[in-house]
């Protein structure tokens, strides 16, 4: 059913596409995930928590253009969980009116920020900000924060949390981009310290050989 939505909804697209500019934004799940990918980005400071769940991947020739992040504002002394999800935008070709979203699995709290967007190219490698296990009796959050560089240089930092400090960026992916996305989550606590996004890896892919 979600196939047969997909084409219909893409059929409706191409022909209101012809009389004007819209944006399309389809969310792909894990339709994708049969996409050949190079190597995988990671970094070293995530937290300790949960499991890598599962992994999203753009369509053929899409990459990572932009994102956004669902955050949980300050709890003031209830149960903080700080960011708990990130949603990247895949184009083809730079064509910012056809997107793709992939998200992988995401926490249950806060909202999602506006989308930012690389000014061109593509995403290429990241750094999380990790509040480190506060113990115990600690109120943890694990990630806070997620900066992304651009294959265009410049960097774009989510509008996040503070706690805990940025770590050291992963490889860059070489020659092509950003293609999909894995979390590693704590499951929810019911009642207990919940910590949501502890990980996260984004999966590179070549440009195509076209
Ligand atoms: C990506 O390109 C590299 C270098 O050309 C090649 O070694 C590798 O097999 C390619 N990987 C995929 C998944 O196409
Ligand atoms: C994570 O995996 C471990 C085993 O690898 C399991 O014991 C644990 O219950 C899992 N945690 C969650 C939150 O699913």
Not at 13 to 32: D, I, N, W, Y
Not at 67 to 75: C, G, L, P
Not at 117 to 123: D, I, K, Q
Not at 156 to 169: C, I, Q, S, V
């Amino acid at each position: 059913m979600a196939t047969l939505f997909t084409i219909v909804a893409m059929l409706a697209v191409f022909a209101s596409g012809l009389c004007e500019e819209k944006t399309f934004l389809q969310r792909a799940g894990v339709a994708f995930n049969s996409r050949q990918y190079r190597s995988l980005l990671t970094v070293s400071n995530g937290e300790q928590f949960g499991n890598w769940t599962w992994p999203e991947m753009c369509p053929d020739n899409f990459f990572a253009v932009g994102f956004s992040i669902r955050v949980e504002s300050n709890q003031y002394g209830s149960d903080d969980t700080a960011l708990n999800g990130i949603r990247l935008i895949c184009a083809k070709d730079g064509k910012r009116s056809f997107l793709y979203s992939i998200e992988s699995h995401t926490g249950y709290f806060g909202e999602w920020s506006q989308p930012q967007y690389c000014p061109s190219g593509v995403l290429t490698s990241f750094q999380i900000r990790v509040e480190p296990h506060q113990g115990l009796f600690g109120d943890d959050t694990a990630v806070n924060n997620i900066k992304f560089r651009c294959s265009s240089n410049p960097t774009l930092e989510a509008p996040g949390m503070d706690w805990g400090e940025y770590g050291h960026w992963s490889q860059e992916c070489e020659d092509g981009g950003i293609c999909g996305i894995e979390t590693k989550m704590e499951e929810y606590q019911y009642g207990l310290d919940d910590s949501s996004l502890n990980d996260v890896r984004f999966h590179c892919c070549n440009k195509s050989q076209e």
